[in-house]
Every structure is written in structure tokens, then in C-alpha cells.
């Protein structure tokens, strides 16, 4: 028996991840920018927000489909268990952000808000499946196949594709529907990250669900 990660999607058996589209990091107004004249944060994160407008109406799309086949749709957020962010782990204290609990900035942008009971896992570290126990609640789930999407591309998203391959999940990850802040970056993670993967686009993918 051949073994292969290029496995369509059991609906019964699957799962739509967004990994940090939240206000933090997603939004002009979120806290990752708040010290930034306009200036800077066109310098900084110009592209980012820029391939942003194609990629949130690809999340969009991705998220109807889902919900129209009754397959999981699932959230990550940066979001300290306290207020002072004291339980974050060394990295984020390191990189000296906190996403207090509660806030405006761990919140799912407006533009693919959960609904419903959809579940959101509020993390204190770069890969979910070190900071919540998403692996736990997958499992009861019956969840095997996992669809990967969101930001950033080259930090948080490979962490949870890494991490969802070793602990034995079948992860399928939507490249335009990813995002990091330059253009290289996002070209070097996707190669990179091809070994560990499926990789589709948006229309693929929506494609298999239709059957085409």
C-alpha cells in the first residue's frame, strides 16, 4: 500500500483551522500596530495587508463552504489566559506582546466572526497545539484530516502544521489563503513547509468539495 498525503477530504473525518486572523495582527487598529505612524506601518506591513484584501474573501469562501457541508470550522486566536499576560510563554514575553484576556485585539475579525458554537482556542504560544488542547478536542471530534489557513504564514501556521503531521493528522494547507509580510517569506514557507503537507489553492480545494 502506497502511503501519500494527497488524500481528498472525508467531510465526517475533517476540519477548517484559521490560525490568528484576529484584530491583533489583522486589523490597522489592532495592537500590533498602535505605536506605528502610517509610515511605518506601510514600510513594515504594506504587502501583508495588501495580499490581505485577496486572502480574507478567500478565508470567506472557504468558511461558507464548510459550514454549507457541516464540516468543523475552527479559530485560533492569540489570547493570554490573564490580563497581564502573565502565563504567556517565554517566546511572546520575549517578543514583548500580550493579548490580554478578553480584548477586543483576541478577537476574530469581523469579516469571518464565528458563529454558532463554532470553537475558538485562545493561545499563549506560537503553535496551538502546545499552548490549548485542541489535539484533545480533534480527537473526540473524530477529526483526521485538518484544512490549515491564516497567519503567518512562516510562524505560526508551519507551527501548526509541524505539529498536527507529528501527531498524526492529515493537514491540508490553503496557500492563497495564508498570509506573512513579505513576499519571500511566504514563497521560502511554502516551499519549505511542502514535505509536511497538502498544498492547495482556494478554488481546488472548494472544487473537491463540490466534487469537481
Known amino acids: ?8 477530504l472525508t467531510p465526517a473525518q475533517s476540519a477548517l483551522l484559521f490560525i490568528d486572523v484576529q484584530n491583533f495582527a489583522a486589523h490597522r487598529d489592532g495592537g500590533e500596530f498602535t505605536a506605528l ?8 506591513y504594506g504587502w501583508l495587508f495588501e495580499r490581505l484584501e485577496h486572502v480574507i474573501p478567500r478565508m470567506q469562501a472557504l468558511q461558507a463552504a464548510f459550514r454549507a ?7 485560533t486566536t492569540i489570547e493570554s489566559l490573564t490580563l497581564d499576560g502573565r502565563d504567556r510563554s ?22 469571518i466572526a464565528p ?25 473526540n471530534l473524530g477529526v483526521k484530516q485538518l484544512v490549515i489557513c491564516g497567519l503567518l504564514t512562516d510562524q505560526c501556521v508551519e507551527g501548526a502544521i509541524r505539529d498536527a503531521c507529528d501527531l498524526g493528522y492529515l493537514v491540508t494547507q490553503v496557500t492563497d489563503a495564508c498570509a506573512t509580510e513579505t513576499q519571500a ?3 521560502n514557507s511554502l516551499s519549505t513547509i511542502k514535505g509536511y503537507c497538502r498544498q492547495v489553492t482556494t478554488q481546488e480545494l472548494l472544487d473537491e468539495l463540490e466534487g469537481k
Not at 1 to 8: F, H, L, W
Not at 115 to 139: M, N, W
Open 69 to 75: 457541508k457541516q464540516i468543523e470550522v475552527m479559530y
Open 185 to 187: 517569506r511566504q514563497d
Open 90 to 111: 517565554l517566546d511572546y514575553k520575549i517578543t514583548g506582546f500580550n493579548v490580554a484576556k478578553g480584548s477586543w485585539d483576541g478577537k476574530v475579525i469581523d469579516q
Open 1 to 8: 500500500m502506497t502511503m501519500t498525503r494527497e488524500i481528498p
Open 37 to 44: 505612524t502610517d509610515a511605518q506601518f506601510q514600510k513594515k
Open 115 to 139: 458563529v454558532g458554537d463554532e470553537i475558538v482556542f485562545p493561545k499563549s504560544s506560537s503553535s496551538v497545539f502546545v499552548s490549548t488542547h485542541i489535539d484533545y478536542v480533534l480527537r
